[in-house]
């Protein structure tokens, strides 16, 4: 939940532990505040369902399993959130065709677009 100072909660769910640090501290670099992080489909699916933030940043392939009920729990909770991925558009199903998604590799400014037009989407 964003805070009186304004700063967007992220639940960040990634299956590389490297690069969940890197994601981890670029979005604290950005302004943000990364609230919960899952790196398998259990949690984070149990996390999605009871956890409060305000966007999500979700890893397609969770150690070889798709993240894609977590995104489901996110659209029946109204919490935007964006995938990210090293394969491409072509792996999302119909459903999520309209789903903002970045490829891997990203840089800082990737992160903060995606975070900035989630946010756009809490105010809409």
Same mark, same amino acid.
């Given at each position: !939940?964003?805070? =009186? !100072?304004?700063?967007?909660?992220?639940?960040?769910?990634?299956?590389?532990?490297?690069? %969940?640090?890197?994601?981890?501290?670029?979005? +604290?670099?950005?302004?943000?505040? *990364?609230?919960?992080?899952?790196?398998?489909?259990?949690? @984070?699916?149990?996390?999605?369902?009871?956890? @409060?933030?305000?966007?999500? %940043?979700?890893? *397609?392939?969770?150690? =070889?399993?798709?993240?894609?009920?977590?995104?489901? *729990?996110?659209?029946?909770? =109204?919490?935007?959130?964006?995938?990210?991925? =090293?394969?491409?558009?072509?792996?999302?199903?119909?459903?999520? +065709?309209?789903?903002?998604? !970045?490829? +891997?590799?990203?840089?800082? +400014?990737?992160?903060?677009?995606?975070?900035?037009?989630?946010?756009?989407?809490?105010?809409?």
């Amino acid at each position: !939940m964003a805070d =009186g !100072m304004g700063a967007v909660s992220v639940f960040l769910v990634e299956d590389e532990p490297s690069l %969940m640090y890197v994601l981890e501290e670029s979005i +604290k670099t950005l302004g943000y505040a *990364v609230i919960e992080k899952a790196e398998y489909l259990p949690d @984070a699916l149990e996390r999605a369902k009871s956890v @409060a933030f305000d966007v999500a %940043m979700l890893d *397609v392939n969770l150690h =070889g399993q798709e993240s894609f009920p977590v995104a489901d *729990v996110l659209m029946e909770r =109204g919490i935007p959130f964006v995938f990210t991925t =090293g394969f491409g558009k072509t792996t999302l199903p119909e459903r999520f +065709k309209r789903a903002p998604l !970045m490829e +891997k590799p990203f840089r800082l +400014k990737d992160i903060h677009r995606a975070i900035t037009e989630l946010q756009g989407k809490l105010s809409a």
